[in-house]
């Protein structure tokens, strides 16, 4: 299980994707990645410029042994961002999930725009949802191929630790 303090990346290769809302289309992608992003309570600057380092640089595209050896920046992939919040979801007690864990909406909010920056100043083309509102998402996975990325693979942390 994935620390609900930490922020979360779910990274899906596509052929395409697209968010749309209220029927219209907002961002649309072909060939990249479509990113779920959760944001933590305690989640720094730091966290979202690890995870988009991480993502711009992983090897997870075909080369022509099909071998996943190609980066998002060697196919020159382009990415959909969404703010899922509900990634930090605490499900250890009852039905019902908790979402305590995850950051206030002006802190999320701040972090997600600038992990989006992180992939612009990477020469990574973005486009995105729209923070706090509904969304459809269409996502045309390939492979499929889909990673977890958790922050605190890079910055383990503690009970206790200040943020």
């Keep these: 299980m ?15 994707g697209e968010v749309r809302i ?3 289309s907002r961002g649309k992608i072909g060939q990249g ?3 779920l992003l959760g944001v933590a309570d305690d989640d720094q600057k730091q966290d979202a410029e690890w995870l988009a380092d ?9 080369d022509a042994n099909n071998k996943m050896n190609l980066s998002l920046r060697d196919v020159e992939g382009r990415v959909l961002v ?9 499900y250890k007690r009852g039905r019902r999930p908790g979402f305590t864990r ?3 909406p002006e802190l999320a909010n701040e972090l997600y725009e600038y992990f989006m920056d992180q992939l612009w100043m990477k020469d ?28 605190t693979v890079k910055f383990p942390r503690e009970p206790g630790d200040p943020a």
């Design 102 to 104: 995850a950051a206030k």
């Design 54 to 62: 991480k993502i711009v640089n992983m090897r997870i595209f075909e």
């Design 33 to 35: 990645f479509v990113i």
């Design 124 to 151: 990574i083309q973005v486009e995105k949802g729209e923070f706090r509102t509904e969304m459809q998402v269409h996502i045309m996975n390939e492979g499929p191929v889909t990673m977890v990325l958790d922050s």
């Design 22 to 24: 209220k029927g219209k």
């Design 2 to 16: 994935y620390d609900a303090s930490a922020m979360i990346a779910v990274i899906q290769r596509v052929s395409e």
């Design 82 to 90: 969404i703010s899922q919040f509900t990634l930090l979801a605490d």
